[in-house]
């Protein structure tokens, strides 16, 4: 589990089962982790500093969409 202040870079899976498509718009971006939820069965969920929608709303990425810098 990624804790939250970790320097991060979103990494784009293309083969995922789940298409990621605000991973692929910000692959190789750098950013901080800003808050860690986790949903139980559904997984751990990272939102990062700086990435939100055009509305201010924060997009969530999973673990393996990032990669610890």
């Known amino acids: 589990m990624i ?3 970790t320097w991060v870079i979103i990494r784009y899976d293309p ?6 498509e605000i991973a692929k718009r910000y692959d190789g971006s750098e950013s901080v982790v800003t808050r860690v939820k ?4 559904r997984g751990t969920y990272y939102e ?3 990435i939100v929608s055009q509305m201010g709303v924060p997009y969530s990425f999973v673990e393996s969409d990032l990669v610890e810098v």
Request: charged content about 10%.
């Open 15 to 20: 083969h995922s089962h789940t298409p990621n």
């Open 38 to 41: 986790n949903y139980g069965a």
């Open 48 to 50: 990062l500093e700086g």
């Open 3 to 5: 804790k939250v202040g």
